[in-house]
């Protein structure tokens, strides 16, 4: 199971912290991931880190301001989002792989129920 929570309402600007919180799977050998939602799209990629969390992958759209982090010990994954924008509005939530399918997010074995983010002033 997975378990996202953090989100909120926050203005434009201003920063975010999510966590997963793993279980019921050996965490650290499972790709994580971070996927959103935005109302009325479809699903999409948003970052990847390696099971060690060694290596990352983002979406150009968060590059440079979403950090992805993990904490094997803890089972555990997060997402710091800084300089949100309204267009970051979305439901997020984490998932997990064995495989790293990168943006095939239909592959993905386990997801979050997800946690909404509403940027907006």
């Known amino acids: 199971q997975l378990q996202a929570c953090g989100g909120g309402l926050v203005q434009p600007g201003r920063s975010l912290r999510l966590s997963c919180a793993a279980s019921?799977?050996?965490?650290?050998?499972?790709?994580m991931y971070w996927v959103r939602q935005a109302p009325g799209k479809e699903r999409e990629f948003v970052v990847a880190i390696s099971k060690s969390g060694g290596s990352t992958t983002y979406a150009d759209s968060v590059k440079g301001r979403f950090t992805i982090s993990r904490d094997n010990a803890k089972n555990t994954v997060y997402l710091q989002m800084n300089s949100l924008k309204p267009e970051d509005t979305a439901v997020y939530y984490c998932?997990?792989?064995?495989?790293?399918?990168?943006?095939?997010?239909?592959?993905?074995?386990?997801w979050g129920q997800g946690t909404l983010v509403t940027v907006s002033s």
């Open positions: 019921g799977f050996t965490f650290s050998w499972y790709w």
């Open positions: 998932a997990a792989s064995v495989t790293y399918y990168y943006t095939s997010i239909d592959k993905y074995d386990y």
